[in-house]
């Protein structure tokens, strides 16, 4: 069964922690995203990755990092340096540059 | 300015009408345009894409493209109350970075 899995789907964080989101895709797919989405708004790219070992920032980067060891894995760690991290967090994946993404089911993340 | 602008909405349409939903981008070389439907709560999900420009229809959804006025639109016929979501136009910059919109919210009334 194809897709891209998030977990966990929901996350509780204390102030000061840092914390990583897992995205994992079966699809062969080469280009992964995370984006953030606060509540009313639209989706803001935190970093992508066109192949493994590579990425970019996109363009509220700062607070968090990722890593691409693997094609199918593209996790991010929300860090301390974070100030306001609560927030629904998406990762999306697609085949080549220039086509579809396709979206997880999301990660919310709460700091308590 | 925004790279990627929609009207936040709400649009509200009776049902059986048809909703036209409207995007600008400001990225002259972009290629590839999407718009994602999104229940609250939900991840997006993809409606349509659309590289060249003209009409791309599938069902009750056309997609409209006009790279000279750097305008995407999304027209849903006979909309239904199960349209009710966000439509979010997102597009493809540089070949590798997918920018979005704040997104449109759509009500379909009964």
């Known amino acids: 069964d194809g897709g891209i899995t998030q977990s966990p789907k929901y996350l509780f964080r204390k102030e000061g922690q840092n914390v990583t989101l897992s995205c994992e895709q079966n699809?062969?797919?080469?280009?992964m995203y995370w984006y953030r989405q606060d509540p009313g708004q639209g989706l803001r790219l935190i970093y992508y990755?066109?192949?493994?070992?590579?990425?970019q920032k996109g363009d509220i980067a700062e607070g968090y990092s990722v890593s691409r060891e693997k094609k199918e894995s593209f996790p991010l760690t929300v860090t301390s340096a974070q100030k306001n991290p609560t927030a629904f967090y998406l990762c999306?994946?697609?085949?080549?540059?220039?086509?579809?993404?396709?979206f997880g089911q999301g990660t919310r993340l709460t700091v308590v | 300015q925004k790279e990627v602008e929609q009207n936040s909405g709400p649009l509200s349409v009776p049902e059986g009408a048809i909703a036209s939903l409207n995007c600008t981008y400001s990225d002259r070389g972009s290629q590839s345009f999407f718009w994602y439907r999104q229940y609250s709560g939900k991840s997006p999900e993809l409606i349509m894409s659309?590289?060249?420009?003209g009409d791309k229809e599938d069902g009750r959804f056309t997609a409209q493209l006009n790279k000279a006025s750097q305008y995407v639109s999304l027209l849903i016929r006979d909309s239904q109350p199960s349209d009710s979501a966000t439509y979010l136009c997102a597009v493809k910059e540089g070949f590798q970075k997918l920018v979005f919109g704040t997104g449109t919210r759509l009500l379909v009334s009964p």
């Open positions: 990755s066109q192949i493994v070992n590579d990425f």
């Open positions: 999306a994946s697609s085949i080549q540059r220039d086509t579809e993404a396709f």
């Open positions: 659309i590289y060249s420009n």
């Open positions: 699809l062969n797919h080469d280009a």
